[in-house]
C-alpha cells in the first residue's frame, strides 16, 4: 500500500478501511462464519496500518484521545459513524441483531460485536454520553440497552475531516475577524495582554483556565488585548451578548455542553460583552451558571467588576493607548504633516491606533495629494466620537463667537483662559511632565454662576466654537432614573462617552445633580448621598472639559467647589452692557428704523430678555411690513417684563413714544 499524499487523503483511507473492518465484523455476526471472521481480522490489520501512515492521526484518534474514549467507547463510536458513511450499514445491523425492526447500532450490538466490551461505557459520566458524541433515542418502555444510536452530526463532520462551529451555536456566536498587522497594539496594552498570559502560564497543570475580566469603557481596546492573547495559544475567539445566553437551566446545559465540546474539537476561545444597562442584573446570572460549567479561555468584557462568576477569574483594567502612544500614531500616519497637529489631536480625542490610521489616511484621500487640512481632520476625529452622546445629552449648535457676548472684563478674561487651557493641556500635561505627577485633576471643570439670562449658555456656546468641540447639554430627563444606580450608570456612560473627546458637557441648572448631601434619614436620603459621592469622584477623574451652570452657588455641595478650577460670576449687566447687547440683539440684515438704544439700554433686562425682546419685535414688523421701529421694540419689551413677572410703567413707556424715539 503506497502512503497517503495528504492527511484528507490518509484520513478517508482509514475511514474507509475501518468501514470495510465493521461490515465483515456485522456479516460475521450475522453468520458466523469462519471465513469472514478471518477477513475481519484482515480489515483491522489494515486499517491499522492505514493509522500508522499518519501524522497527525486519522480524526478518529485525535477524537478518541481528546475525549479520553477507551477502545470500546472508540469502537461504539466508530459503529455509529459507519451508518453515516456506508448506505447498508442500516440493513447490516438489522441482521446481525436478528429483527428488521432493528436497523440501528445499538448498545446491545456493541457489546456482542466488540471483544473489549466495557459496560461503563452506557454511563452519562463516560465520555459517549457526557460529550453528547452520540444520541440515545430512548423510548417510554424501551431498555437503554437496545435503544437506537446515532452519531452526533458536528462528530461526523470531525471524524471525517470537516472540523466547521456546531451548527446549533452559530445563532448565537460571532466570530471575530483575525488580527490585522495594523490592529495598533501599544505597548501600554501588550502589558496588559502579558499579565493575562502570565497568569494563565502560572496555573497549576490540570486546572481549570480563570476567566479574565476586561474592564474598561473601551471595547475596542478589550477586544484587540483578547485577541493577542488568545493568540498566544493559537485560539480564534467567538463572541456573544450575554444576555443571549439561554436563562432556562436545560437549555443553558446543552449550551454549555456543546460550548465545551467545541473547545475541544477545535481552537477556539469565547469572547463575551456584558451589557451596561438594565438588562445586566438577569444576563450575570446566566452568565454565572455558564462560566461554572465550562472551561476553557473565557474573556468577559465589562465596565465595572463583576462578582460571583461561578470559577476563578482575573481581573484586569484596559484603557486605550496612552497620550504619548496617540500622539506618535499620528505622527506615523501622516508624517511631515504633523507638527503641532498631533499633539493637539492625541490631547482633544481619545483614539485608538486602528482609528488614527483610518481617519489619518481619510483626510489624507480627501486632501488628494496635498498637505491634509487641519480643520477637515479636526472635525472628522470630532464626528467619530461624538454620537455615544446623543441618546443620553442635547447637542447645542453652538452659533455665538467672542464678537456675540457681552461681559465685563474679568469674567471674559476667565473664558479665555478656560479655551486657552483646553487647548495647550497637550504641552503642559505631557511636554512639561505635569501628568506624571498628577493622577486627578487632568480635566477642565468650570461653574458658571449668575442669575437666568446673562449669557452663561452663551458663554458655553462661544467656548465650544472657539475650540470646534461639540457642545452637549446633559439632559436630565434622561440621566435621572428612579432605579437604584441607573442614574450614576447613565452618568458614567455620559462622562466616558464625552472623555473620547470632541465634546464638552455643559450642566444646566447643575445644582439639580450637585447638590449639598444631607443627613440620612431615610433610602431617599441615603440613596442622594451616594448619587453625590460619585459625581464627587467622576468630576474630579474626568479629563475633558464640564461646565456647571447655576444660579443658586449656594445649594451646591462644597466639596463640588473645591473640585472647580474655575468659578465665573455673571452679573446682570449694567445700561452701557445692556446697550451693547441692543447693538448685537438684531442681525445686519435686519431693517431697523430710529432705534434709541441708549434708552433700551436704561431698560432693565438681561442679555436673554433682550434677544427674546429683539425677536419678538422682529415679529411684529414682519407683520406689520414695516421696518423694526421703536415702537415694536417697545411692546416687545413690554412682553417680556409681563413674562417676568416684573412691574412695567406705563408711563415711562409713553413718555418714550410721545418724545418721539422712533423719529
Not at 477586544?223 to 493568540?231: D, E, M, N, Y
Not at 456656546?461 to 472657539?466: F, G
Not at 456612560?493 to 445633580?513: K, N, Q, S, T
Request: with cysteine; charged share 20%; glycine share 8%.
Amino acid at each position: 500500500m503506497n502512503a497517503p499524499v495528504s492527511w484528507q487523503e490518509g484520513n478517508a483511507r482509514y475511514l474507509a478501511a475501518a468501514t470495510s473492518w465493521l461490515r465483515l465484523l456485522l456479516d460475521q455476526a450475522a453468520d458466523a462464519g469462519s471465513l469472514k471472521a478471518q477477513a475481519s481480522g484482515s480489515a483491522l490489520r489494515e486499517m491499522e496500518f492505514c493509522e500508522s501512515l499518519m501524522d497527525p492521526p486519522p480524526a478518529m484518534t485525535v477524537l478518541a484521545q481528546r475525549f479520553g474514549l477507551s477502545t470500546f467507547e472508540r469502537q461504539v463510536l466508530l459503529l455509529c459513524v459507519a451508518m453515516e458513511l456506508d448506505t447498508g450499514s442500516a440493513d447490516r445491523c438489522a441482521r446481525a441483531q436478528g429483527t428488521p425492526a432493528r436497523p440501528y447500532p445499538t448498545f446491545a450490538l456493541a457489546l456482542a460485536l466488540f471483544d473489549d466490551a466495557a459496560w461503563d461505557a452506557m454511563s452519562p459520566e463516560r465520555p459517549l454520553r457526557l460529550w453528547r458524541l452520540i444520541d440515545i433515542h430512548q423510548g417510554t418502555a424501551q431498555p437503554l440497552t437496545t435503544s437506537p444510536l446515532r452519531a452526533d452530526e458536528r462528530i461526523v463532520n470531525f471524524v471525517k475531516g470537516l472540523n466547521h462551529l456546531d451548527e446549533r451555536l452559530l445563532p448565537l456566536l460571532t466570530p471575530m475577524s483575525n488580527i490585522d498587522d495594523d490592529s495598533g497594539l501599544q505597548a501600554s496594552q501588550q502589558a496588559v495582554v502579558e499579565q493575562i498570559v502570565g497568569a494563565w502560564a502560572a496555573q497549576p497543570p490540570g486546572a481549570r483556565w480563570s476567566a479574565v475580566q476586561l474592564l474598561g469603557p473601551d471595547a475596542s481596546s478589550k477586544r484587540l488585548i483578547a485577541q493577542h492573547a488568545a493568540a498566544r495559544y493559537g485560539r480564534h475567539l467567538q463572541c456573544i451578548a450575554s444576555p443571549l445566553l439561554p436563562t432556562s437551566q436545560s437549555e443553558l446545559d446543552t449550551f454549555a455542553r456543546l460550548w465545551q465540546r467545541e473547545c475541544v474539537l477545535s481552537p477556539v476561545a469565547l469572547y463575551i460583552e456584558h451589557p451596561d444597562d438594565g438588562t445586566a442584573t438577569a444576563a450575570s446570572a446566566a452568565l454565572g451558571r455558564f462560566l461554572a460549567r465550562t472551561d476553557g479561555l473565557n474573556f468577559i468584557d465589562s465596565r465595572d467588576l463583576l462578582k460571583d462568576l461561578g470559577r476563578a477569574h482575573l481581573a484586569v483594567e484596559v484603557s486605550k493607548p496612552t497620550t504619548a502612544e496617540q500622539r506618535a500614531a499620528w505622527h506615523l500616519v501622516l508624517g511631515d504633516e504633523a507638527g503641532a497637529l498631533a499633539p493637539s489631536l492625541s490631547s482633544q480625542f481619545n483614539l485608538n491606533v486602528g482609528s488614527i490610521h483610518r481617519l489619518g489616511n481619510a483626510a489624507r484621500q480627501r486632501a488628494g495629494g496635498a498637505d491634509v487640512d487641519p480643520i477637515d481632520l479636526w472635525d472628522a476625529c470630532r464626528a467619530s466620537v461624538c454620537p455615544g452622546l446623543n441618546a443620553l445629552a442635547q447637542r447645542i449648535d453652538a452659533k455665538a463667537t467672542w464678537d456675540d457676548i457681552v461681559l465685563p472684563d474679568e469674567p471674559l478674561e476667565l473664558l479665555r483662559q478656560i479655551s486657552a487651557q483646553v487647548r495647550c493641556r497637550g504641552r503642559v500635561y505631557q511636554d512639561w511632565g505635569f501628568a506624571r505627577k498628577m493622577n486627578r485633576g487632568l480635566g477642565i471643570s468650570a461653574l458658571f454662576d449668575g442669575p437666568g439670562g446673562v449669557g452663561k449658555t452663551m458663554a458655553a456656546e462661544v467656548i465650544a466654537n472657539d475650540l470646534r468641540l461639540d457642545l452637549y447639554r446633559i439632559d436630565l430627563s434622561s440621566v435621572i432614573s428612579k432605579y437604584v444606580g441607573e442614574t450614576e450608570g447613565n452618568l458614567r456612560r455620559v462622562f466616558d462617552a464625552a472623555e473620547d473627546g470632541g465634546a464638552i458637557l455643559f450642566f444646566d441648572e447643575c445644582d439639580a445633580l450637585f447638590g449639598k448631601r444631607s443627613e440620612v434619614k431615610d433610602s431617599h436620603d441615603r440613596y442622594n448621598n451616594i448619587l453625590t459621592n460619585y459625581l464627587l469622584q467622576r468630576i474630579e477623574s474626568y479629563q475633558g472639559l464640564a461646565i456647571l451652570a447655576t444660579n443658586m452657588k449656594s445649594a451646591l455641595d462644597t466639596a463640588f467647589v473645591r473640585r472647580l478650577r474655575f468659578i465665573i460670576e455673571f452679573p446682570f449687566p449694567v445700561p452701557e452692557q445692556r446697550q451693547l447687547i441692543w447693538q448685537k440683539a438684531f442681525p445686519p440684515g435686519v431693517p431697523c428704523a430710529g432705534l434709541d438704544l441708549e434708552r433700551l439700554g436704561r431698560m432693565n433686562l438681561a442679555g436673554g430678555g433682550i434677544h427674546a425682546a429683539a425677536l419678538g419685535a422682529a415679529f411684529m414688523a414682519a407683520q406689520a411690513g414695516t421696518a423694526v421701529t421703536m415702537q415694536c421694540v417697545l411692546a416687545a419689551v413690554r412682553n417680556e417684563f409681563h413674562k417676568l413677572g416684573r412691574p412695567a410703567n406705563g408711563a415711562d413707556f409713553r413718555l418714550l413714544g410721545e418724545r418721539g424715539v422712533a423719529a
